[in-house]
């Protein structure tokens, strides 16, 4: 139906409350109103959580108890009653205790069982659930961390404070502000970067000085194998300037390294326990685990009494005082026939490195010459590893033939001829102890290592890489949408080829920088212009990028590559490839929240918004996307700012096509508006007159003049060609908001902070129309159209994606997202927050 041109309508009694937007009249089509920008409130506090908790310590336990045997008090109750640990616990001035001792000792089923007991009641034991929270100030608090170095995420002292910290935080409701306070401020970088051990002491001394602070007992295994920053950590844990001292103690163990002698030397507030100067209570409970693990040999061998006795006195004389010494020798008698039993008795010999010994010339005499050379190869890739294999990953890192390691169930098999140097759990193979991995790379190593291990990490370079770029591609997961969430993809990537090639995704370039093909005196550069790197890069990179992004890796890999180009530095024969990382590095900086997100991005939203003449792009240009057009065109270079259509200076508020879809308008804090070409993003016209902030800019429907509203309470009407100035309208008496034409551009109406909406003549500039009874200020406008309009393209809820037909098509990066937009046709129009319009098109 035609609504009649300059019928004018009066509605009496309007009132619209806080926010909401209300329209007086008929409606003819749809009115699409966007949606008042707010500020960001606070984190919430479980994201806050979500981003701190690097593990959680809960779950560590739970696994290591499970790798080791049954948690036994009579083999660690003997500490409960040694006079340094008594003093430690019930004497003020004592906040540290340190418990020293070789490998096998038993410290971290120490620290297991001295858990349970400094936890006092059911109801203050950290196994309780996450949501219960712990209040009342009689109970204690027990927050521990197991360190592991085989374990990226356990062997850092930024991994250790997070760890602590996390489990102080979900036990009490009142600590988490002083995580929150921060996080507030830098959200996820708080726990991340150069920085973030400093950050970390900060929150963690804030909470231990809480004064509602209950006793509170800190406990860290293994500091040995806290193998970066454990300088800044030990000065965490010996840091006096804690406020209620005796309230906080800190219980940590490791290995008797002189490093950590220098900082936790015993005085007024730290004692030591050696477990070799308490041999006899250690030798004590070790007898205590030989008889625990006899009686389970029993109950599967069925020895007699006679044999019975007799394994329990060769093992309690042998074993030295070490339970992995043991666990070992039960295992190995597990597997051997009662007649033998007595023989291998014998020969066994006492301590750790003997037994080694014993070991692997059990496993070089095995009577197939090949498995045994395959067990080698899957003790030297152990060996040399920056952390535990899944079985899959074992087979191209050992180099095992694919055609005979297809099964799992194959490297399974392997993996337990390799003596009792490893374990399998959970599909993972690692060291049964970090002691096993010491004795083959001290001077045991020529017993599995033929070549030094620099070239073994060669060999692996090698290897890496030809896996790589054998089984990359795009889609690895078969996730099929550009628009699918890496954090939803878990199944498909339990079930890809990337559990075959995660680990050299992600450590190649270590295994790199650990081999001789780095240096001048080799031949053979990896490195060169053309080489194998060279190649990868120019084939595989975003495919790479892919992977990384799917194994949550990318912060790995951006680091990768910063190292990789570091490599490239000073090099003959290079330049190119120097180029290309340098390329590479940017790329993977500028798009790393687009990949991070949605790893197919890295062929869409990363290559669209990358230079023109980025190497990576060309490289890649077939993958680009053809139905997304982005104008204005990138910039040629990183070096360069992105182009900002002659640039506002300042916030952009606005944007609008006009309706022929050939120019552009936005509005600015700068006290600006700018009419620009939508096909080659050139600025037409720059129209000077408001003398504050400019909110909102319209174009009439028959795109010849240009309205705008402004800060300074009124609202202009302008030439849209010649840029003139056509009329002034004054009435307001606050700020205007927004202003829009009448489908038939002779009306205009008008949103002000004044409470009113007001609608006038667009030649004449008289007021038509005010609009009263809003009980807040009215910030949105609009005049129904004549025909029903349905645009497909769009911006998601939450402004980080454009979408098409409600479906998320192009990630946008954060100087990308939008403060306004405008939508013509198959094109969005978009002004952000720091001046930039630019334009997207679907073809």
């Known amino acids: 139906m035609q609504h009649p041109a300059r019928d004018i309508t009066t509605y009496s009694g309007n009132q619209a409350y806080g926010e909401s937007t209300n329209i007086y009249g008929n409606i003819y089509g749809n009115v699409d109103f966007p949606e008042k920008p707010r500020e960001a409130g606070k984190p919430s506090l479980r994201q806050c959580l979500h981003d701190l908790r690097v593990t959680d310590p809960r779950e560590d336990r739970a696994r290591i108890e499970g790798d080791k045997d049954k948690l036994l008090k009579d083999c660690y109750g003997w500490i409960l009653d040694d006079s340094s640990f008594r003093r430690w616990r019930t004497q003020s001035e004592s906040r540290l205790l340190w418990i020293k001792g070789d490998p096998g000792k038993g410290k971290t089923m120490m620290t297991m069982g001295l858990i349970d007991e400094l936890s006092q009641s059911e109801s203050s034991r950290v196994v309780v659930p996450m949501k219960r929270r712990l209040v009342d100030d009689s109970e204690s608090l027990v927050s521990f961390f197991f360190c592991q170095n085989t374990i990226p995420v356990l062997n850092n002292a930024v991994s250790v404070l997070r760890g602590l910290i996390y489990m102080l935080a979900i036990q009490r409701d009142d600590l988490q502000r002083y995580v929150q306070e921060e996080y507030a401020i830098a959200g996820k970088r708080l726990f991340e970067g150069h920085n973030a051990v400093h950050s970390l002491q900060r929150i963690l001394l804030n909470m231990l000085n809480d004064a509602a602070l209950p006793p509170t007992y800190l406990l860290v295994d293994a500091l040995d194998e806290c193998t970066t920053g454990l300088p800044e950590l030990l000065r965490v844990i010996t840091d006096a300037n804690l406020g209620r001292q005796s309230r906080v103690k800190w219980l940590v163990t490791s290995r008797n390294i002189p490093d950590i002698e220098r900082y936790l030397r015993p005085d007024a507030a730290g004692t030591q326990v050696s477990l070799e100067v308490s041999a006899s209570h250690v030798s004590k409970a070790v007898a205590a685990f030989v008889d625990f693990k006899v009686q389970d040999l029993v109950t599967v061998k069925r020895y007699e009494a006679k044999l019975q006795a007799e394994v329990e006195k060769v093992l309690r004389s042998k074993a030295e005082g070490t339970f992995l010494w043991v666990s070992l020798v039960c295992k190995e008698l597990e597997g051997v026939g009662y007649h033998r039993t007595r023989e291998v008795l014998r020969e066994l010999p006492p301590g750790l490195d003997p037994l080694y010994e014993r070991m692997m010339g059990q496993l070089l005499a095995q009577h197939n010459v090949k498995t045994a050379e395959f067990c080698k190869a899957v003790l030297r890739a152990v060996t040399i590893a920056f952390r535990p294999f899944r079985l899959r990953e074992l087979v191209v890192v050992a180099g095992l033939p694919s055609d005979e390691f297809d099964d799992p169930q194959a490297v399974v098999d392997l993996v337990s001829r390799c003596g009792s140097f490893l374990t399998i759990r959970q599909d993972t193979a690692s060291f049964i102890h970090l002691s096993a991995k010491d004795y083959f790379m001290a001077g045991n190593a020529r017993r599995v290592f033929d070549i030094a291990a620099v070239d073994e990490h060669r060999q692996v370079t090698y290897r890496l890489l030809s896996a790589m770029?054998?089984?990359?591609?795009?889609?690895?997961?078969?996730?099929?949408?550009?628009?699918?969430?890496?954090?939803?993809?878990?199944?498909?990537?339990?079930?890809?080829?990337?559990?075959?090639?995660?680990?050299?995704?992600?450590?190649?370039?270590?295994?790199?920088?650990?081999?001789?093909?780095?240096?001048?005196?080799?031949?053979?550069?990896?490195?060169?212009?053309?080489?194998?790197?060279?190649?990868?890069?120019?084939?595989?990179?975003?495919?790479?990028?892919?992977?990384?992004?799917?194994?949550?890796?990318?912060?790995?890999?951006?680091?990768?590559?910063?190292?990789?180009?570091?490599?490239?530095?000073?090099?003959?024969?290079?330049?190119?490839?120097?180029?290309?990382?340098?390329?590479?590095?940017?790329?993977?900086?500028?798009?790393?929240?687009?990949?991070?997100?949605?790893?197919?991005?890295?062929?869409?939203?990363?290559?669209?918004?990358?230079?023109?003449?980025?190497?990576?792009?060309?490289?890649?240009?077939?993958?680009?996307?053809?139905?997304?057009?982005?104008?204005?065109?990138?910039?040629?270079?990183?070096?360069?700012?992105?182009?900002?259509?002659?640039?506002?200076?300042?916030?952009?508020?606005?944007?609008?096509?006009?309706?022929?879809?050939?120019?552009?308008?936005?509005?600015?804090?700068?006290?600006?508006?700018?009419?620009?070409?939508?096909?080659?993003?050139?600025?037409?016209?720059?129209?000077?007159?408001?003398?504050?902030?400019?909110?909102?800019?319209?174009?009439?429907?028959?795109?010849?003049?240009?309205?705008?509203?402004?800060?300074?309470?009124?609202?202009?009407?302008?030439?849209?060609?010649?840029?003139?100035?056509?009329?002034?309208l004054e009435g307001h008496s606050y700020k205007v908001y927004s202003v829009a034409f009448s489908h038939d551009s002779t009306r205009l109406a008008s949103a002000s902070d004044d409470k009113t909406v007001k609608i006038w003549d667009a030649s004449s500039g008289a007021c038509l129309q005010t609009l009263e009874g809003y009980r807040d200020f009215a910030s949105l406008v609009g005049f129904a159209t004549q025909q029903p309009v349905h645009p497909a393209i769009g911006i998601s809820s939450d402004r980080t994606w454009i979408t098409y037909n409600d479906q998320q098509r192009l990630w946008l990066p954060l100087e990308y997202r939008p403060t306004c937009s405008a939508v013509s046709g198959r094109c969005i129009s978009i002004g952000t927050f720091s001046g930039k319009v630019w334009i997207c098109c679907l073809k």
């Open 469 to 728: 770029r054998c089984l990359l591609r795009r889609d690895l997961c078969g996730l099929e949408r550009s628009i699918a969430q890496t954090s939803g993809s878990t199944r498909q990537t339990k079930d890809s080829i990337l559990t075959q090639i995660a680990y050299a995704c992600e450590y190649w370039v270590d295994h790199l920088c650990a081999s001789n093909l780095t240096s001048s005196a080799t031949s053979e550069d990896i490195l060169e212009d053309g080489g194998v790197v060279d190649l990868f890069l120019q084939e595989k990179f975003l495919n790479w990028l892919e992977a990384l992004s799917l194994c949550k890796s990318l912060s790995r890999g951006i680091v990768t590559i910063e190292k990789l180009w570091l490599l490239t530095q000073g090099r003959e024969h290079t330049s190119a490839l120097a180029r290309l990382v340098q390329d590479a590095h940017r790329f993977a900086m500028s798009h790393k929240s687009a990949i991070e997100t949605t790893a197919l991005q890295a062929y869409v939203s990363a290559l669209l918004f990358s230079p023109r003449k980025s190497l990576v792009r060309k490289l890649f240009q077939h993958e680009e996307p053809d139905f997304i057009e982005i104008i204005p065109a990138m910039d040629n270079n990183w070096s360069a700012c992105l182009q900002t259509l002659e640039g506002h200076s300042d916030k952009v508020n606005s944007v609008a096509f006009s309706h022929d879809s050939t120019r552009l308008a936005s509005a600015s804090d700068d006290k600006t508006v700018k009419i620009w070409d939508a096909s080659s993003g050139a600025c037409l016209q720059t129209l000077e007159g408001h003398s504050y902030k400019v909110y909102s800019v319209a174009f009439s429907h028959d795109s010849t003049r240009l309205a705008s509203a402004s800060d300074d309470k009124t609202v202009k009407i302008w030439d849209a060609s010649s840029g003139a100035c056509l009329q002034t």
